[in-house]
């Protein structure tokens, strides 16, 4: 079975500094690993995905996401924090070979501090 | 070209009453599923639509239905509702990119949500 963990409910930064988002996935083939960010009363907007080849993947408002298969990891980060960033942000992945089913993790909430 | 659209965004519903909320997909994707996003669950998975079939169905009870047009457009429909379905309900279309690892649509797009209020 497919399945998303974001360890954290909640994630503080100080604006300027590095971000980290943590995900990590269980799938039985190959995963195919998404990124989205919700701002509050909205709907979920895409950020950036992995589907094969580079292992660094670049996507909108300056993230980007390591994927790590030996850690089952996929993590969200980006160079420098913006007070604009602070949203709810949610790591999916897609089973494409059965059940086109997405599985999204749990949230992670983002606060970028002044 | 235009996004997913969902009608309507905001409702009050009452206790025992039943509703029917709208999901307009990206024109050609054939893929609607929909979720359930509260404070305290996150975000679940109801169903997901394809080609007018049922193809995925996550755990919730049969009072929670849906179905999909010939234009891909879905509904869903909650009947008999209680306090606990207040939530905001999300829709996301996609192209099925079924065993094709090179797709370059692979990603769900998702629409701005229905907020459900039962009291």
């Known amino acids: 079975a497919q399945s998303v963990a974001q360890p954290e409910d909640q994630v503080n930064v100080a604006e300027g500094n590095p971000l980290t988002v943590k995900c990590t996935y269980s799938v039985s083939g190959n995963p195919y690993l998404f990124w989205y960010v919700q701002y509050p009363n909205r709907g979920l907007q895409f950020l950036l995905k992995y589907i094969t080849g580079d292992n660094l993947v670049k996507g909108s408002y300056g993230f980007e996401a390591e994927f790590n298969k030996s850690q089952t990891s996929f993590h969200l980060k980006k160079p420098s924090a913006l007070v604009s960033d602070s949203a709810l942000y949610f790591c999916?992945?897609?089973?494409?070979?059965?059940?086109?089913?997405?599985?999204f993790g749990t949230g992670t909430s983002l606060t970028v501090i002044p | 070209k235009a996004g997913v659209t969902q009608t309507p965004r905001y409702l009050i519903k009452t206790r025992g009453q039943q509703v029917t909320l709208s999901c307009s997909p990206i024109?050609?994707?054939?893929?609607v599923s929909w979720y359930q996003q509260t404070p305290g669950q996150g975000l679940q998975f109801l169903f997901e639509y394809f080609s007018e079939t049922q193809r995925n169905k996550g755990n919730f009870p049969g009072r929670f239905s849906g179905r999909q047009f010939s234009n891909s457009r879905s509904e869903m429909n909650v009947s008999t509702l209680e306090l606990g379905d207040s939530a905001l309900y999300l829709c996301?279309?996609?192209?099925?990119?079924?065993?094709?690892?090179?797709?370059?649509?692979?990603?769900?797009?998702f629409g701005q949500g229905t907020r459900l209020t039962v009291v």
């Open positions: 996301a279309s996609s192209t099925t990119g079924t065993g094709n690892v090179r797709a370059k649509n692979t990603e769900a797009f």
């Open positions: 999916a992945v897609r089973e494409l070979n059965t059940g086109n089913q997405f599985y």
């Open positions: 024109s050609g994707h054939r893929s």
